[in-house]
């Protein structure tokens, strides 16, 4: 088992080919503050950098929440970004990490902890996992992922009542909506969810990671194309033989020999 970095606010460590990320604040129900969010930006960056880790799970502590919304605290009195709660950073990370990320939903998962696990890729709940957006209820709302992610999961009417009525779903009702992948009996859950991981684990990183980029690209405009021409397109091009041979050409100052271009 590896683990890396120093963080207050989140644990992480790796089992083989997985990688467990878990909000770790289970007295105040996960919540996520600056902090977090930023250490969680850090942590997927580091597994982005490698790679070991094939999949990323992510989870809360203990055994009653994944993660109820965030807590707005250290932050400047500002309209401006360094008053936002960065909630995107960790957003954006998800998609941005290659590898698919599973939310493995250990208890309630409330307001932006069920943005956060909509973001992630696979869901995997307990039985006993509680969903809910409760934004109007509490003065706040997510009008980006947390809008157009849920929309596509479960069609803009349902969103729209979920939004605008924020009804508590059991994991089933979110199975049944399509909110969510699984469901699996509690005393099961982590047995199961490394089980999910680890299949996933043995697929090809390289197809997972361009299936991933192409369904990215649809939200992402010119950041999620150039996130797959980019990152998954232009290196096997620049490793091949018509990229060799016009570097090679262009440095000889010769002709460049065209019988090598398209390999």
């Known amino acids: 088992m590896t683990q890396h970095g120093e963080y207050s606010t989140i644990l992480f460590r790796e089992e083989g080919p997985v990688g467990i990320l878990t909000l770790n604040r289970p007295d105040d129900g996960n919540m996520f503050t600056p902090a977090t969010c930023r250490e969680l930006r850090d942590c997927i960056e580091q597994v982005r950098r490698e790679t070991r880790t094939r999949v990323l799970v992510i989870t809360g502590a203990g055994d009653k929440f994944f993660c109820i919304g965030g807590r707005k605290v250290d932050l400047e009195d500002s309209t401006l970004y360094p008053g936002v709660m960065p909630t995107l950073e960790m957003y954006e990370a998800i998609d941005r990490l290659q590898k698919p990320v599973i939310a493995a939903v250990n208890g309630f998962a409330v307001g932006g902890g069920n943005v956060l696990q909509m973001v992630c890729d696979l869901t995997i709940a307990k039985e006993s996992a509680v969903f809910r957006q409760v934004g109007p209820m509490m003065g706040s709302f997510d009008a980006g992922y947390g809008t157009w992610y849920l929309e596509d999961l479960v069609g803009k009417k349902k969103a729209k009542e979920i939004w605008y009525c924020n009804p508590k779903m059991s994991a089933q009702d979110a199975l049944a909506l399509g909110l969510i992948n699984k469901v699996v ?56 033989a018509e990229a060799k041979e016009l570097g090679a050409s262009f440095a000889e100052r010769r002709p460049a020999d065209p019988s090598k271009f398209g390999h």
């Open 185 to 240: 009996p509690d005393d099961q859950f982590w047995a199961e969810t490394l089980a999910m991981a680890n299949q996933i684990a043995a697929r090809g990183s390289y197809a997972l990671a361009g299936i991933k980029a192409a369904f990215n690209a649809r939200h992402q405009g010119v950041v999620g194309l150039a996130r797959l021409s980019h990152d998954l397109v232009l290196p096997p091009y620049l490793a091949g």
